[in-house]
T-cell receptor, first 114, second 113 residues
Framework: NAGVTQTPKFQVLKTGQSMTLQCAQD?????MSWYRQDPGMGLRLIHY???????DQGEVPNGYNVSRSTTEDFPLRLLSAAPSQTSVYFC?????????????FGEGSWLTVV | GNSVTQMEGPVTLSEEAFLTINCTYT??????LFWYVQYPGEGLQLLLK?????DKGSNKGFEATYRKETTSFHLEKGSVQVSDSAVYFC????????????FGKGTSLLVTP
């Protein structure tokens, strides 16, 4: 039972480089989302998706792109990395439309931009 | 918009002490409320949740009651252990946020022997 799988777990980038954080879930969940966690800021929503082919912006979307071509996968792309994007990134998924449904988190991806 | 406010940390307690971490929220709809816990170097784990007013969520000795009249969801535990040392996040989810989570900033708890 894999749940939500994120790769890579650790990554160091140079300013201006691009990369993709991968997220996959095997629970057939409709909803997926990306958060970033910064010290003293809690977790902030970057982008989310309510189903394949549908994405929307969260609280801090600038500098990030997403796509949802399949139910299972929700990659997060950094087109031109900046030091301000140094953070821990969490992918999450949840089933259905009821607000009380449990959200499942991946283990996180630690990204450093130098 | 939706928001969650938690008490500032860090909170330091001796083992077996009583714990309260305050959480209040602002929401336009009827949110569900959650407490997540993050142990050092790990991801977030759901600790407990409540989906409607007056519901009480409980797990591992922790409890929180959904109080709509005071827009609060305070986390309590009667006797903390060293293993409870972690960061605790209060969060809400509702239709207005696309059912994504709005988090508080987190409260760090350190329990000493």
């Amino acid at each position: 039972n894999a749940g939500v799988t994120q790769t890579p777990k650790f990554q160091v980038l140079k300013t201006g480089q691009s990369m993709t954080l991968q997220c996959a879930q095997d629970m057939n969940h409709e909803y997926m989302s990306w958060y970033r966690q910064d010290p003293g800021m809690g977790l902030r929503l970057i982008h989310y998706s309510v189903g394949a082919g549908i994405t929307d912006q969260g609280e801090v979307p600038n500098g990030y792109n997403v796509s949802r071509s399949t139910t299972e996968d929700f990659p997060l792309r950094l087109l031109s990395a900046a030091p301000s994007q140094t953070s821990v990134y969490f992918c999450a998924s949840r089933p259905g439309t009821a607000s009380g449904n449990t959200i499942y988190f991946g283990e996180g991806s630690w990204l450093t931009v130098v | 918009g939706n928001s969650v406010t938690q008490m500032e940390g860090p909170v330091t307690l001796s083992e077996e002490a009583f714990l309260t971490i305050n959480c209040t929220y602002t929401a336009t709809g009827y949110p569900s409320l959650f407490w997540y816990v993050q142990y050092p170097g790990e991801g977030l784990q759901l600790l407990l949740k409540a989906t409607k007013a007056d519901d009480k969520g409980s797990n591992k000795g922790f409890e929180a009651t959904y109080r709509k009249e005071t827009t609060s969801f305070h986390l309590e535990k009667g006797s903390v252990q060293v293993s409870d040392s972690a960061v605790y996040f209060c969060a809400l989810s509702d239709l207005d946020s696309g059912y994504a989570l709005n988090f508080g900033k987190g409260t760090s708890l350190l329990v000493t022997p």
